[in-house]
């Protein structure tokens, strides 16, 4: 089955701890995305990636961190100086290009205690 | 800010009406595409339309863009209970380094009741 996975589906973290996000995808994407998700909202980008080694900041990307060391994986890291990180992240991927579609992995939704 | 907003935000309507959900946005676009979202979900592709098109059809899905007047719509004909789900238009802009960045508007929860 091809697709994106996203991992853990829930997390509960206390301030003040970094924790980081799981992504990963099989389609032979060469840009993947991450979007963060409030309540009634639309998406925000954060981060994303075209290629490996490199990625891009978004239009929010104050207090996270990405690393694309593996063309199938992005994972998103939220620090401590995320000062709202309550909401439902997803990632997703595409290929290069203006217009491509992206596929979305089913989101994970993080609530700081 | 947001580049699409959606119209109405909520709608309700019965097992096998038509649903219209409008979308209008702000700037110049190479095409617009349509998401939709199952609650605590993640986003699933419905369909896309270029900037050149004014008008394209999926299954039940009719999807019209009006350029000059920078907005779409998305329709769902014969809706079903399982149609329920917030549908969102997103608009195209080229990212440095080449790909695509999609700008999300708020959504439409559209709710199918038997």
């Known amino acids: 089955d091809g697709g994106i996975t996203q991992s853990p589906k829930y997390l509960f973290r206390k301030e003040g701890q970094n924790v980081t996000l799981s992504c990963e995808q099989n389609l032979n994407h060469d840009a993947m995305y991450w979007y963060r998700q409030d309540p009634g909202q639309g998406l925000r980008l954060i981060y994303y990636?075209?290629?490996?080694?490199?990625?891009q900041k978004g239009d929010i990307a104050e207090g996270y961190s990405v690393s694309r060391e593996k063309k199938e994986s992005f994972p998103l890291t939220v620090t401590s100086a995320q000062k709202n990180p309550t909401a439902f992240y997803l990632c997703?991927?595409?290929?290069?290009?203006?217009?491509?579609?992206?596929?979305f992995g089913p989101g994970t939704r993080l609530t700081v205690l | 800010s947001q580049q699409g907003e959606e119209d109405p935000q909520a709608l309700s309507i019965q097992e096998g009406e038509n649903a219209t959900m409008n979308c209008s946005y702000k700037t110049s676009i190479n095409n617009l595409q349509w998401y939709r979202q199952n609650s605590g979900r993640g986003l699933v592709h419905l369909i896309l339309?270029?900037?050149?098109?004014r008008e394209k059809h999926s299954g039940r899905l009719r999807v019209t863009l009006d350029t000059s007047k920078k907005s779409s719509s998305l329709l769902i004909t014969a809706s079903r209970a399982a149609d329920t789900a917030s549908y969102f238009c997103a608009t195209d802009g080229s990212l440095t380094g080449g790909g695509n960045k999609l700008t999300f508007g708020t959504g439409t929860q559209l709710k199918v009741e038997l």
């Open positions: 997703a991927s595409s290929r290069v290009g203006v217009g491509d579609t992206q596929y």
């Open positions: 339309i270029r900037s050149n098109e």
């Open positions: 990636s075209q290629i490996v080694n490199d990625f």
